[in-house]
């Protein structure tokens, strides 16, 4: 038997989802580009409800500073892995991280920071007084990884022949020199316990090597070794070519360095 044509059901079409979006005329309040969703499209601001309660907005506030899943320390995260934070911002994944200056610069204030905490218990373990005020130090930090940093960067563009641009090549330095700022800065918490452990150096017995040859020159050998793990990841090719590259950039930034901090005029 034929079914009538006008009895046929027909399904009604299935309708996606509308997601929820700010009422027709919202406007950023910062731009004043028109919203289509919880941040601006054009300047990456987000949504802000201006009779939203206090409490509520000092959640939020506590959120964005202490987020454990936050930008910082995903950077932080990211940049224990040699060369994976500069492969990342040469990819063009930028925004889930912090940008290479300011990791730069917070890797220097850790530094600069670790001394000024440091600096007490040195002069009791060693007995004497350290010269040089901590505005003395922070320059010499600053000038010292600043001329590092564009020693690397421009040295490791001409080794590799200017495959990368130069601009590349200063971002994979300012990664590079934040990790090993950082580095140091740990070394000298473990050597600061140490000191703490003994009290002053006429304590540690005699068959104890010193600091210098028990912490400070072994840690050249895992910070050398990140460089150039940095640098292979980054460039590619094979270690016995990753190797003494490294070993030529990093020379030369150790030469530019110590001829800005102790052969320039005062």
Not at 6 to 29: E, F, I, N, R
Not at 51 to 79: C, K, M, N, P, Y
Not at 82 to 106: A, H, N, S
Not at 163 to 180: P, S, T, Y
Request: glycine share 10%; with cysteine.
């Amino acid at each position: 038997m034929e079914v009538p044509p006008s009895s046929l059901s027909v399904a009604a079409p299935v309708q996606a989802p509308v997601a929820d979006v700010p009422a027709t005329g919202a406007a950023c309040l910062n731009c004043g580009a028109p919203l289509g969703a919880a941040y601006c499209g054009a300047c990456g601001q987000r949504s802000v409800d201006l009779g939203e309660s206090t409490w509520q907005t000092i959640r939020e506030a506590f959120s964005d500073a202490f987020d454990l899943d936050g930008r910082v320390l995903r950077t932080v995260r990211a940049l224990k892995t040699p060369g994976q934070l500069t492969l990342e911002f040469v990819r063009g994944r930028r925004m889930p991280y912090v940008g290479p200056l300011k990791i730069f610069l917070f890797a220097g204030a850790a530094l600069t920071t670790t001394w000024i905490l440091t600096r007490g218990i040195d002069m009791h373990y060693y007995g004497f007084t350290l010269k040089g005020s901590s505005s003395q130090y922070i320059d010499n930090v600053v000038r010292g990884s600043l001329t590092g940093c564009v020693a690397v960067g421009f040295g490791s563009w001409v080794l590799t022949r200017g495959r990368r641009r130069l601009l590349d090549e200063m971002v994979f330095a300012l990664h590079v020199v934040a990790a090993l700022l950082l580095l140091v800065a740990a070394v000298v918490w473990l050597g600061t316990a140490w000191k703490l452990i003994w009290g002053t150096a006429a304590a540690v017995p005699s068959g104890v090597p010193a600091l210098p040859f028990l912490l400070y020159l072994p840690s050249l050998v895992p910070g050398l070794a990140y460089v150039a793990a940095a640098d292979r990841r980054v460039h590619g090719g094979a270690w016995w070519v990753a190797i003494p590259r490294v070993l030529i950039f990093t020379t030369l930034a150790l030469a530019v360095i110590w001829a800005v901090l102790f052969m320039s005029p005062a």
